[in-house]
């Protein structure tokens, strides 16, 4: 038997905060560039946003603000209202996938042990009960 695991980067949304600056991480940031884009765009017209910086593959982006003249919290809903802060449904996908094939391999295994210990003839019976 072969068991192949599949690794995927699947992150929990995160958000850092200090004075002047917020930065986000997401699955959303990193699969929806466009989207993205669009509201970086409209971020970077927004008087007191200094720099806005998007790393695509890193799911980030950070901006830099003057605190005196935009409110953290706004920036935060503004972001979070346009689905940034969304998680990944492939993550419950992938762990329903484990949940299965762990099901599955337990099942086996423990059939594997079971004809070992009774033997072929006492398995018949036992394999057309489940």
Same mark, same amino acid.
């Given at each position: 038997?072969?068991?192949?695991?599949?690794?995927?980067?699947?992150? !929990?949304?995160?958000?850092?905060?200090?004075?002047?600056?917020?930065?986000?991480?997401?699955?959303?940031?990193?699969?929806?560039?466009?989207?993205?884009?669009?509201?970086?765009? !409209?971020?970077?017209?927004?008087?007191?946003?200094?720099?806005?910086?998007?790393?695509?593959?890193?799911?980030?982006?950070?901006?830099?603000?003057?605190?005196?003249?935009?409110?953290?919290?706004?920036?935060?809903?503004?972001?979070?209202?346009?689905?940034?802060?969304?998680?990944? !449904?492939?993550?419950?996908?992938?762990?329903?996938?484990?949940?299965?094939?762990?099901?599955?391999?337990?099942?086996?295994?423990?059939?594997?042990?079971?004809?070992?210990?009774?033997?072929?003839?006492?398995?018949?019976?036992?394999?057309?009960?489940?």
């Amino acid at each position: 038997m072969t068991i192949i695991i599949i690794a995927e980067s699947l992150m !929990q949304p995160y958000i850092h905060r200090t004075a002047n600056r917020l930065r986000f991480r997401s699955d959303f940031i990193r699969e929806h560039p466009k989207e993205v884009k669009v509201l970086i765009e !409209q971020l970077e017209k927004i008087e007191g946003i200094t720099s806005v910086r998007h790393k695509r593959y890193a799911g980030s982006v950070a901006i830099v603000f003057d605190s005196n003249v935009v409110d953290a919290e706004v920036l935060m809903e503004t972001v979070e209202s346009h689905g940034w802060l969304r998680s990944s !449904q492939r993550k419950e996908l992938v762990e329903n996938a484990v949940r299965a094939g762990t099901h599955t391999l337990c099942r086996g295994m423990a059939m594997m042990v079971l004809k070992k210990a009774i033997g072929p003839v006492a398995m018949r019976v036992v394999s057309s009960a489940v």
